[in-house]
């Protein structure tokens, strides 16, 4: 919908006249309007959004609180719009309606650029529709009436942080009365925006939680202008605070993920970004701030000014994030793999806020197609990431170009200036939309992008691939990102893993997808021209990639794992390719060289392939690589890199080390799916039929999982009691179970309907 439409149909595009430049970030307009109602009011809806972040008050009062509105999309050719309704807010007689505009995604910093990617100041676009009691209609929009000024927000940005000077706060502005006899006139942008207007359709970030320092720490260094809080948990949001100074006292608040030795906050892994917020006291007493236009990501805050002369209250943290309520639960025998699910599980909140990103601290926080595509199985567990993962897929489709192919990173290719993202990053397109059929049995997200679906794969056959292999270095410059920071050389041009058996694997992966798509939307010959695709890519594969014995080319762990898990291998060479993969676990001790693209499939491997035990040494190992390894050294969250920090090298490198990415968490479907044993059926998805099928194994003694489905919940737990293994097991009405023992095991019954079940499975 364009504006001049409803619900905007009377409303015009209006900035303010302050404009920043590529690097200098400009005061956050205010903009008003004050209304007369004659009568009280029946309903009222405003329908409301920016280029750019907005947060409205009517009659002093804060309209919804939902935070980063109207969300991040390609501007250029979408932008959400939401409706509040604001009945109770407005009374009959005088009232006024307040808008402060932020910088955002929109004219602020993003990534690794400068400012202003889509346009240069903010622009709003609102309309108040008033259904009076005596049946009349009022429409309140914006237009040339508005007026506008600054206040005490001097900048605001995501990667800057916000600066605020609260000498400058302008009263009850928003409220009627007010005396605006000094705001200036609103401006009209130069030209109307031309992007499509769509009702928001996934989940607003909100304040989720507050999170309290472990304690106030003492002075560091024994400094009066200094303090630091530990909140114990990396998180993405920002602080309250609660002070009392002197007027015009400045405080600056540092933000930071992790400490270095001596102490003090480790910001080289920031990549140069300020990361502060500044605060200038009014000197009223008390005073509580909390910044609006921006977040960070950090456990540690330091906040620095004369503290000598100042009263530091409260420091609250504010963990903010896409809300996208709780649905998973998994628990085990071996604390130290709870606390890695924790640490998924934050990882997961602080990156999903509007868009998966890979991390929430430095100049990036992008929507990396591969690292949402490994997460998004153990996402959609932990999460109700349906609606979420709706919008970021129509993102996919917006950014599409005309010939089919998917950038690296969603909502915009312009951050790389690449078309297309490569193997494992662009699969994105296929992938995560059958994930989400999979896990919610969600079938109107296939039905929805299943031409975009088909428009990638065909770009791949034309533009990507010679003789069904992808990605060829031999034809073309850009093969893809490689099973990024595996420790196995991956990842470098040379060495490793080779981009084009990644991007061939994932070509077949994708067809056999699409075969399977065609089938559930009953296109059936689709289906069976995806099945045959498949099949030559297959065969292709095997040409290039598969000695007559069973040796993968280059003999990585991940080229192993892509090959076992995709199919592409003959049947009589798995337990030989099986084996190489063991066999350089082993020479490893027991440790995975896995990078973001074979790290997600290895454990599901070893076990499809009879080495459970195996599966179960990497998951509960301890040293240096492994899942473990950063628990054990107290991380709160996923590392990046597995080698982020380590006894001996210390952090590695700072243009590249997040303590807060989630791509290695994807080992948490594991857990969920072989540990506890919680299972979906292709056949009937999103649990309508699950399989039960505990995995029991390493020093697992008990584990639990539940998780909340469109049915009810479910939920299952086992323990091991002498050589028997006793289970039980809740299936919600409408919903029916398989029990699958492990081969060692046997029980009585395997086909169970809804109701709390009891079982016993004894050893064969
Ligand atoms: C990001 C990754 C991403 C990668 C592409 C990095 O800068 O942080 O998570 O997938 O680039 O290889």
Redesign the pocket.
């Known amino acids: 919908m364009k504006n001049s439409s409803p619900p905007f149909s009377r409303a015009r595009w209006i900035s303010a006249s302050v404009v920043g430049g590529p690097r200098t970030c400009a005061p956050a307009p205010y903009l008003r309007k004050e209304f007369f109602l004659a009568h009280p009011t029946a309903k009222a809806v405003l329908s409301i959004t920016a280029l750019g972040l907005y947060e409205t008050e009517i009659n002093g009062i804060r309209v919804g609180d939902e935070v980063f509105t109207p969300g991040w999309t390609n501007y250029r050719k979408r932008v959400q719009f939401q409706q509040f309704d604001v009945t109770k807010l407005l009374h009959q007689g005088e009232n006024a309606m307040g808008v402060i505009l932020g910088d955002g995604w929109y004219c602020g910093f993003v990534a690794w650029r400068n400012r202003q990617i889509y346009g240069d100041q903010p622009v709003l676009l609102a309309q108040l529709e008033v259904q009076l009691r005596d049946g009349a209609t009022v429409i309140v929009a914006t237009d040339s009436t508005w007026k506008t000024t600054t206040g005490p927000i001097l900048e605001n940005d995501f990667l800057v942080g916000e600066s605020y000077d609260a000498r400058l706060e302008l009263g009850r502005w928003s409220e009627a009365g007010y005396d605006d006899r000094q705001w200036g006139r609103v401006a009209a942008p130069a030209s109307e925006p031309e992007a499509e207007l769509s009702l928001r359709t996934g989940p607003p970030v909100r304040r989720i939680n507050e999170l309290m320092p472990l304690k106030p720490v003492e002075n560091f260094p024994r400094n009066p202008e200094r303090r630091q809080f530990d909140f114990g948990q990396n998180f993405s949001g920002r602080i309250r605070i609660k002070v009392k100074t002197s007027r015009g006292t400045t405080l600056t608040i540092r933000y930071a993920e992790i400490l270095k030795p001596d102490g003090s906050l480790y910001t080289e892994n920031l990549r140069s970004i300020r990361a502060a917020d500044i605060y200038t006291a009014a000197g009223n007493g008390e005073e509580i701030w909390e910044p609006r236009f921006t977040f960070h990501g950090f456990r540690h805050v330091e906040i620095l000014g004369p503290l000598g002369e100042t009263d530091i209250l409260e420091v609250t943290g504010i963990v903010l994030h896409s809300d996208t309520p709780s649905t998973g639960i998994f628990r085990c025998s071996n604390e130290l793999l709870n606390q890695l699910q924790h640490n998924i599980v934050w990882g997961q909140k602080s990156n999903f806020i509007e868009v998966p990103t ?2 929430p601290q430095r100049n ?1 926080r ?1 929507g ?1 197609t ?2 949402a595509q490994v997460f998004i199985r153990t996402a959609a567990f932990n999460m109700d990431v349906r609606p979420f993962f709706h919008k970021w897929i129509q993102d996919i489709r917006d950014a599409q170009s005309p010939r089919g192919a998917v950038p ?1 990173v969603i909502p915009n290719e312009e951050f790389i200036g690449q078309e297309e993202g490569g193997p494992a ?1 662009s699969d994105a397109t296929i992938i995560c939309p059958w994930t989400i059929y999979l896990c919610y049995g969600d079938c109107k997200i296939l039905a929805d992008h299943y031409d975009s679906m088909k428009r990638y794969l065909d770009f791949l056959g034309s533009c990507r691939c010679q003789g069904f292999l992808r990605s060829l270095p031999e034809t073309y410059s850009w093969t893809g ?1 490689g099973d ?2 595996a420790l196995d050389g991956s ?1 470098n041009l040379s060495g490793g893993t080779p981009h084009d058996l990644i991007g061939t694997a994932f070509y077949a992966y994708d067809a056999s997808i699409m075969a399977q798509v065609a089938v559930v939307l009953g296109h059936s010959l689709d289906a069976e021209k995806y099945r045959l695709l498949n099949k030559d890519i297959v065969a292709a594969f095997q040409r290039r990639y598969i000695t007559p014995d069973g040796l993968v080319a280059s003999g990585t762990q991940t080229a192993y794992v892509l090959a076992l898990h995709f199919g592409l291998i003959e049947e009589s060479k798995r337990a030989f390719a099986a084996q190489q993969l063991v066999r350089d676990i082993k020479k490893r001790g027991y440790h995975l060289a896995t990078g ?1 693209v074979g790290t997600p499939y290895l454990l599901e491997v070893l076990e499809a392939n009879n080495y459970l035990d195996v599966a179960y040494k990497l998951l509960e190992q301890e040293t240096f690589p492994s899942w473990l390894f950063p628990v054990k050294n107290g991380a709160t969250t996923i590392w ?1 890199r597995w080698d982020g920090w380590t006894p001996d090298k210390g952090f590695s490198d700072p243009s ?1 080390n ?1 303590f807060n ?1 989630y ?1 290695y968490g994807a080992v948490g479907a594991w857990m969920y799916r072989s540990v506890a044993g919680l299972e979906l059926d292709p056949a009937e998805p999103g649990y309508r039929h699950i399989i039960f099928r505990p995995r029991p194994g390493g020093s697992i003694s008990w584990a639990e999982a539940s998780l909340k489905t469109a049915y009810g919940v479910v939920a299952l737990s086992w323990k091991l009691a002498g050589a028997a293994l006793e289970i039980t097991f809740t299936v919600p009405n409408g919903c029916h179970a398989t029990f699958i023992p492990a081969p060692e095991y046997q029980v009585e019954k395997t086909d169970f309907s809804e109701g709390t079940h009891k079982l016993t499975a004894c050893k064969r």
């Open positions: 890979d991390c990036e992008l990396w591969g690292d690296a990053w990102f990024w920071l990842g973001f990046e590249m997040s990415h791509a």
